[in-house]
């Protein structure tokens, strides 16, 4: 089955109900044809999630380009304690005690905990980095309005 034939399946109307098993005379093409084929349409339209993520990657690397920030567990709580920090970014796979800490240290500085929806590869990737970051600490946004915008999950 040739990549041509995959991509002319997926052109057309959207199945009907229980239009998902037909039978066909080639056995090569029956394991495409009884898979649901919702896989290979796209609406265009995104999800408000995304768009909000896209926005987050946008004011973030913003502040990576004209702010200051630190990156990391150990520089992140070294802010929090002199009270520089403004806002905390934590993604979704950062240890949980890690994570109970520096939400613990920014509830005492009353500082705003955003927890971004991403792995820290994902966070690392949005700061413009190579590198996992697991957390980071915004101490002055430069130019973006990204403390207004995202609010503190505390």
Not at 63 to 82: A, E, F, N
């Amino acid at each position: 089955m040739g990549f041509a034939h995959v991509i002319s399946a997926c052109k057309g109307p959207p199945p009907s109900p229980g239009a998902d098993d037909k039978k066909v005379k080639n056995p090569s093409s029956t394991a495409l044809l009884l898979l649901p084929r919702l896989w290979c349409y796209n609406s265009g339209v995104s999800s408000p999630t995304k768009k909000s993520h896209e926005g987050i990657n946008n004011r973030l690397a913003l502040v990576m380009k004209s702010g200051k920030y630190t990156l990391g567990h150990k520089t992140v709580l070294r802010s929090l304690r002199s009270s520089k920090g403004k806002l905390i970014l934590i993604s979704n796979n950062c240890p949980p005690l890690r994570k109970s800490e520096i939400e613990y240290y920014a509830m005492l500085s009353k500082v705003g905990v955003h927890h971004y929806n991403g792995n820290n590869v994902d966070l690392g990737t949005a700061c413009g980095k190579y590198f996992r970051v697991s957390c980071l600490s915004i101490i002055d946004p430069g130019d973006s309005d990204i403390i207004n915008t995202l609010p503190g999950d505390q």
